[in-house]
Structures are given as structure tokens and as C-alpha cells.
């Protein structure tokens, strides 16, 4: 009977440790013209966003402190970035005729390969720096998604679909190309955890915000930039 409440409610067995593989992610929305700093892990489930303006769901973090993952010990052994450029049905479809993705897509492609190549990733852990990675895009990429090796004919003459051209934008989806560390590294319970990405000589690249043929949908794209921190975490057993 115990053992059966402990599994419903929850009873931590400070006596017993339990090891699980596990990962913590934060997704910020990048600002349309550009910023010099994207500040992960300071805005938990339930806060707003300052770029979106919108509450996070678990779509956009799993972090439910500040700057903490909680009563746990966590192991990171791998770190990945990830540019996400949101689905369709999250982009702004205030036009009726298309939305923002077809009428900027060739722009927002570069505007990604441009963002790939910039910045600093930097770690801090316990007010200690620990990683400091350039270029975090591309030397820690997700290893997931799509790989997209051929794109459809346009739509015609006419059409907001029309010369795309050939480029598609993608980060390396090989899980062999992640960031890996050797030796992984531990967070304590409660330790503070501080992670930024900056780009000091220039800000981000500005998103294309002009709606070509959509003169009533002129709106950047939507992009997210999210760290991805993956290994073990080791919480009391239950």
C-alpha cells in the first residue's frame, strides 16, 4: 500500500539513486533585426519569452528553474545547438495567399548559412566558465532533422513559389557529428548554470521582412535557437 501511494504521489528515497538518460533544451525566438546575445536556460516552462512575447510550453523548454535543473545531479555528455525555423502552421498566416516562408524563402536560407558561421557559445557552471565554443552552430550541431538533397520545380509564373532557386538550408543531422565531452561533465543539485551564445564583432543576421507579392503579409519568418544538453540525470529513486 505504501509503495503503491509512493508510485501515484511521489516519496523520494534520498538513500537511493536512480541514473537516466535525459536531456535539457531551451529554445529562445531569435529577434528579427538582429541581436549581439541569446541568453538559454533564464526564462523556465510558464515564462514569457521576450521576443515572442508568449508563454514557453514544454515545446520550448523543459527547464522548470531558473538557471537550475533542480534537485538532481546531471551528467552532460554531448552538446548540440539547433537553428529551427518554425512549421507552417506556427509561422504568421496573416495573408491569404501565402505565408511568409514562401515569399522569403531563398533569403531566410542565407540569412540561416550566414548565422551558422557566428558566434560564441559559452558555459557557466557554478559561476565558473567551463565550455567556450566558437561557431556553436556548426561544431555542435543537433544531429537530427531532415536532409533535404532535392528540391520541387517552382509554381508558375506568377506564383509566390516561383524561383526559389536550389538552397536549403540545414544543420548537420549525423548523431557521430555531435559535440561530445570528454570527460562528461557533472552539474550538482541547485548549481547555477549560466549559457549564452554572443556575437561580438557583428549581431545576428537580419531575417528577410519584406513580403514579396504579399503586400499585406510583410513579416519576418519565425526562427528559434535552441542549446541542447544531453546525457544523465541521477535523481532520488521513488
Request: proline share 6%.
Amino acid at each position: 500500500m505504501i509503495r503503491s501511494l509512493q508510485q501515484r504521489i511521489g516519496s523520494a528515497n534520498w538513500n537511493n539513486w536512480q541514473m537516466t538518460r535525459w536531456t535539457y533544451y531551451d529554445y529562445v525566438r531569435l529577434t528579427n533585426t538582429g541581436v549581439s546575445n541569446v541568453d538559454f536556460f533564464s526564462v523556465p516552462v510558464g515564462g514569457v519569452d521576450p521576443v515572442s512575447t508568449t508563454a514557453k510550453t514544454h515545446e520550448q523548454t523543459n527547464l522548470n528553474k531558473v538557471r537550475t535543473f533542480g534537485q538532481v545531479y546531471f551528467i552532460v555528455q554531448q552538446i548540440r545547438t539547433h537553428i529551427h525555423l518554425l512549421p507552417k502552421q506556427r509561422q504568421n498566416l496573416g495573408a491569404t495567399k501565402a505565408n511568409t516562408i514562401t515569399a522569403n524563402y531563398t533569403p531566410a536560407m542565407v540569412r540561416m548559412f550566414d548565422l551558422l558561421n557566428m558566434g560564441v557559445l559559452q558555459i557557466k557552471i557554478g559561476q565558473k566558465d567551463y565550455f567556450d565554443i566558437p561557431q556553436p552552430f556548426r561544431l555542435c550541431p543537433p544531429g537530427f532533422g531532415i536532409n533535404v538533397t532535392e528540391l520541387g520545380a517552382n509554381a508558375g509564373a506568377g506564383s509566390a513559389l516561383t524561383d526559389h532557386g536550389n538552397f536549403w538550408f540545414g544543420q548537420d543531422g549525423d548523431i557521430d557529428e555531435v559535440y561530445n565531452l570528454q570527460p562528461p561533465q557533472l552539474v550538482e543539485p541547485e548549481q547555477n548554470i549560466e549559457a549564452k551564445i554572443t556575437f561580438d564583432d557583428v549581431v545576428t543576421p537580419t531575417i528577410p521582412n519584406t513580403g514579396v507579392n504579399l503586400g499585406d503579409n510583410a513579416f519576418a519568418p519565425r526562427i528559434d535557437l535552441g542549446l541542447i544538453l544531453d546525457g544523465y540525470v541521477i535523481r532520488p529513486a521513488q
